[in-house]
């Protein structure tokens, strides 16, 4: 048994005001699905959540 941690790259989509959500949540699923064609399902986690950024 090795001690080897199991690691996974996530991915978050970001926007801006200034830009539709839907655009940063279109993008990250098109990076998702490039990955999975290339390398299968297995680590890569997409978070749900898109983060808005504002002057607020």
Do not use: H
């Not at 279109?26 to 064609?37: G, H, T």
Request: with cysteine; hydrophobic share 40%; charged share 30%.
């Amino acid at each position: 048994m090795q001690n080897v941690p199991v690691i996974k790259i996530g991915i978050v989509a970001v926007s801006r005001d200034c830009f539709p959500e839907s655009l940063a949540v279109n993008r990250r699923k098109a990076v998702i699905a490039e990955y999975e064609k290339k390398f299968g399902k297995e680590g890569i986690y997409e978070c749900p959540i898109c983060i808005v950024e504002s002057e607020i």
